[in-house]
Each structure stands twice: as C-alpha cells, then as structure tokens.
C-alpha cells in the first residue's frame, strides 16, 4: 500500500514509519519539521521506499495531492507536550483543528481510510479511574491554557466522527496514554527522557507538583503494533480506543527508578507547579486507561513495561551524551 503519515518524523511517527517500511509499504511523511526530526527518519530500513514532504498539514494544495494517491492515512501531525502548549497556545489550537480539518476534508473527497492519533488529556479533570471511551470528559476553564490542548484533540474527534456518521468516511480515533521511547526528546516537558537526561548528567532530577500523582508509561514499540493492526480490522471503523499501560506509578517513584537504572547520585528536587508552569496550572492526579475496548477489538495486550521503557531510553541517552 501507499501510506501517508502526517507527521511522520516525530518520535511516534518516525517509529510508525519504521515499521510500516519493514511490512513493504511505500510510505509518504508530510512533516514540518517543527517538533519532528530529520534524524530521525535517518537510516530507516527499507527507506527507498520512503519520500518525505517537508510542510504544514494546513497547506491544502499539498495534502490534497498527497491524500490522493494514498491507500491509508496515519494523521499524527500536532503540537505536543505541556511546555508548547503553555508557551504557544494560538499555535496548538490551529495546528491541531485547521491541520486535521484540512486532511479529514481530502480524506473525504478521495474515500481514504483516516487514523487519528488523540490524547488521553481529552479526560480532562474526570476522576473516575480506570478511564473508559465513554466516559464523560471534564474540562477546565478557557482562562486556563492547560486545557485548550484537550479541547482542540477533542474537537478533532468530534469532526473526525463526524464523517464516519455522515458519510461513512472509515475513521478510527486512537487516545495515546504517556508514550515513551527512543527518540524521543524533553524539549517539550516529556518527563522520562526530561529526567533520564537530568540524572545522566549529574544535574538535579525535577519532579513537577508534589510527586503523588501517577502515570501508565507506554513503549512506543506496542503502541506501533497496535496502529499496524487497526486497518485489519474493519469493527475499529467510527470508533474511539485507548492505546496505553494500565501499570501505574507516581512521578516521584518513577523518578526514584530512574536514578536506579542511571546508576545516577543526582538529588531529587521538587518544584511547585506554579513555578514550573506559571500560576492557575491544573493537573489530573491519576491517568489511568480502561484497554478492555482495545484487547476486545485488537487483541491489544501491552507487552513491554517500565524496566524496558526506561533501558532503551536510558541506552540511547547515554549514546547521544557520549558523542
């Protein structure tokens, strides 16, 4: 197949790529380059099969030349981690909903099968745990920027379903919890590489909030599976699926686990919210994903867990620091 991968040369993306030239596609990456990377599309195997456009998924003229020739659309394109969002608000909301209007519009002239990559922020503020598709979502206030992000994916969910309602356009919704790996970078507030490269080099290991709130980290390796599986199965079609881990654990215990497996003596150091994003920052205690909807569908059964996640990232860190 010929597949096109909005944002293609991000840390999911270019994983996605990988993976997708390994089964023999042909793939075509529209990325511009503004979080994703040309590293790291470096060396792909299987890369003659590989054209990268470099450009905005809000150009239509080229989305739509690329759309139409495409068998399969992978839309992972979007502003990501909380310190972009929090310093580029205007850039978040119009990446996020112009850029997907843009595809969703050519996927639906040309007929093409449409993935959108979500978020488990679209949550929000809700508090029953473990979180489920159908759960209802609570945001917070539009004063607080936190929260235009959840807002902008879950517009985007609402339009993409949209379609399959109207139309019939196949569409599948994916909500990605926490997901972590090689290549992917701290830049944007992602906090195990943030930490891992804190603890590699001696410096003091930040843990956000008080440390008592709890995440389910993900390798990147199964979220990938998971997205290979999807257009195999027809009954994904108009629907929305958590992709992620249901083992949880605090920041401050990971933080801990990561000076284990840096073999690191950095201090711990912790920083109020209110120092680290400004004041009126807001953030969920527990984020917790239901996977019955996935295993149900996609026989989705995560099969790497925090030991792992933190070994490839830890190598490739430790590779990078000693160049």
């Known amino acids: 197949m010929r597949i096109l991968v909005t944002g293609g040369a991000g840390f999911i993306g270019s994983h996605l790529c990988q993976a997708l030239l390994e089964q023999g596609h042909q793939v075509e990456v529209l990325d511009d380059l503004s979080t994703g990377s040309l590293e790291n599309l470096e060396g792909l195997q299987g890369g003659r099969n590989l054209s990268l456009h470099v450009g905005s998924v809000n150009d239509a003229a080229l989305v739509e030349r690329l759309v139409s020739r495409a068998q399969y659309v992978y839309h992972l394109a979007s502003a990501v981690g909380v310190r972009l969002i929090i310093d580029q608000p205007v850039r978040t909301i119009e990446s996020i909903v112009g850029g997907t209007t843009v595809v969703l519009e050519a996927c639906h002239r040309h007929g093409t099968p449409f993935l959108l990559t979500s978020t488990s922020e679209v949550y929000g503020k809700g508090s029953r745990v473990p979180f489920c598709e159908e759960d209802d979502t609570v945001m917070g206030p539009t004063s607080t920027r936190r929260w235009s992000y959840a807002c902008a994916k879950a517009l985007d969910e609402f339009l993409a379903l949209a379609y399959w309602v109207e139309s019939r356009l196949p569409v599948t919704v994916v909500r990605l919890f926490n997901t972590v790996g090689p290549r992917q970078t701290g830049q944007y507030g992602m906090v195990i590489p943030n930490l891992v490269e804190q603890a590699l080099r001696g410096l003091p290991v930040t843990v956000y909030g008080d440390g008592t709130q709890t995440r389910c980290f993900t ?6 599976d998971a997205l290979l599986a999807i257009p ?11 992709l992620g881990n249901d083992q949880e654990i605090s920041i401050l215990q990971l933080a801990r686990e990561i000076l284990k497996a840096t073999g690191s003596s950095s201090p711990l150091e912790i920083i109020p919210y209110e120092k680290a994003y400004g004041p ?4 969920m205690h527990r984020r917790v994903p239901s996977l019955e909807k996935a295993a149900r569908l996609l026989g989705y059964h995560p099969r790497h867990g925090l030991p792992e996640i933190l070994r490839d990232v830890v190598e490739e860190k430790r590779r990078k620091l000693s160049r």
């Open 219 to 224: 390798h990147v390796a199964d979220i990938v």
């Open 232 to 242: 195999h199965h027809p009954e994904t079609r108009g629907q929305v699926i958590n």
């Open 280 to 283: 009126g920052f807001e953030d």
